[in-house]
């Protein structure tokens, strides 16, 4: 295994200023310094600032939001941009995860003017695809994963590409607690990294960390993370209390470490 696990923390619609930081108060000393993982979290937008008060001192845990728009500034009301989400210590950005494709209509083309504007401005996009049940029934998955990092990445800089995220999340497995099997999320990672070579090249594709999303729990961390593509996860239910978040975090170290 190569590239350093990443795991993420998707706080969804949970999480006021209070209960963020109060997370963090319990969360940053179960850490040490000889966790090999880089660990990331991403609490509503609301709640941003409080998080990095907390953390403040903390190089081991850095910031994402949800969702960002691609406009620096404007008209676009309640709408948050690149340049105010960095002003208030953030990292990352999560874009276009499937809540926001399937419940706001975001498109694969509105997805690719964000992780540009990510690039443009230092942020690193965490870029979600994945297909649903109906798309996986029908025979389509290498159909919409090509569709989805074709559109999504078009024209973005191969240079940048490499230090970026991309969180594989099968749309069936997105808080229903049905995991895919370490093999799906194999198979369906490698066809993604497949894809990435082709149009960034396999220097680049071997470097982009791809995260393993749905139903990502302690207990099903290593067996995921121990698979050749499989390069960290991206956490909604299991991240929302601190000892769970750690129990993925470590698990997903020690098998690092491990292999
Ligand atoms: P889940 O959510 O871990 O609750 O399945 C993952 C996600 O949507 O990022």
């Known amino acids: 295994m190569t590239r350093k696990p990443i795991i993420a923390a998707n706080w969804k619609m949970h999480k006021g200023p209070a209960d963020s930081t109060a997370f ?20 509503p937008f609301v709640s941003l600032a409080a998080s990095a008060s907390a953390l403040a001192g903390s190089d081991q845990v850095g910031l994402s939001s949800q969702n960002m728009h691609f406009e620096e500034k404007g008209a676009f009301t309640g709408e948050i941009s690149s340049g105010m989400l960095q002003e208030i210590g953030a990292r990352y950005a999560i874009l276009g995860h499937s809540e926001r494709r399937a419940i706001f209509g975001e498109d694969d083309a509105l997805i690719n003017a964000k992780a540009k504007r990510c690039h443009e401005v230092g942020l690193v996009p965490i870029i979600c695809i994945g297909e649903t049940l109906e ?8 159909e919409v994963l090509r569709r989805q990092l074709e559109k999504g990445l078009a024209g973005l800089d191969a240079g940048k ?13 997105i808080g ?6 370490p093999e799906q999320a194999q198979e369906a990672h490698a066809f993604a990294r497949k894809v990435l070579t082709e149009l960034f090249g ?9 995260q393993y999303g749905g139903s990502v729990k302690p207990g099903n961390t290593a067996e995921l993370i121990n ?7 991206l956490v909604g239910g299991a991240s929302l209390e601190p000892e769970s978040f750690y129990g993925i975090v470590k698990a997903a170290s020690d098998a690092y470490q491990a292999g």
């Open 176 to 181: 229903t607690g049905r995991t895919a099997t």
């Open 24 to 43: 963090i108060s319990a969360f940053l000393p179960l850490l040490d310094a000889s966790l090999s993982c880089d660990i990331v979290l991403a609490p």
């Open 202 to 210: 396999t220097e680049t594709a071997e470097k982009i960390r791809i």
């Open 227 to 233: 698979q050749p593509d499989v390069d960290g996860a």
């Open 161 to 173: 590409m490499a230090e970026s995220v991309i969180a594989y999340e099968p749309v069936w497995a």
């Open 135 to 142: 798309e996986r029934d029908g025979g389509k998955i290498e």
